[in-house]
């Protein structure tokens, strides 16, 4: 598992996005105009996760326009970063006195490490286990070997 902070966020969405538009930002900014969304406060915070894919979470600021960035480009922008994983993107905004919304956002990163195996590969490797003497791989190919075949 991968884990990014606000930084790596943001330097990996102004990288996709010059790559898929071909324009470099001047800026990335986050946004906490929420005023709709403050049923989701909670203890003067506010925390959007991947189910708030639809939520604007930041502007991207080019030499002639902005343009608003939304939860669901950012996993993107990851998923294109990080191929074949699944993405976990939080961004949490501060609304506390003194505050002013400060933003900061995290992910985690998971590869998917369990491939999926037929039984005559899970044969061979539990020969290999066999040769090995591990008997815990073994056992754990076993239990997947009969698993597939009942």
């Keep these: 598992m991968i884990r990014l902070d606000t930084q790596d966020i943001l330097n990996i969405t102004m990288k996709q996005i010059y ?12 946004v906490n105009d929420f005023q709709g969304e403050s ?6 915070k506010l ?10 979470v930041m502007e991207c600021v080019f030499e002639n326009h902005v343009r ?6 950012v996993l993107y922008f990851l998923r294109n970063e990080f191929l074949e994983s699944e993405v976990k993107l939080g961004f949490s905004y501060d ?16 590869f998917n490490d369990s491939p999926e ?5 899970i044969a061979e490797l539990i020969d290999f286990a066999l ?13 997947k070997y009969k698993q597939l075949t009942a």
């Design 19 to 30: 790559n898929i538009f071909k324009m470099k930002p001047l800026e990335l900014r986050f």
């Design 68 to 73: 608003p960035v939304l939860m669901c480009e």
């Design 131 to 143: 040769v090995l003497q591990d008997k815990q791989w073994f056992d754990e190919l076993t239990a």
């Design 39 to 44: 049923y989701l406060l909670t203890n003067d």
């Design 47 to 56: 925390h959007l996760s991947n189910q708030h894919y639809w939520a604007k």
């Design 117 to 121: 195996l037929k039984p005559g590969e």
């Design 95 to 110: 609304f506390a006195e003194g505050s002013n919304g400060e933003a900061a956002a995290s992910a985690e990163i998971r």
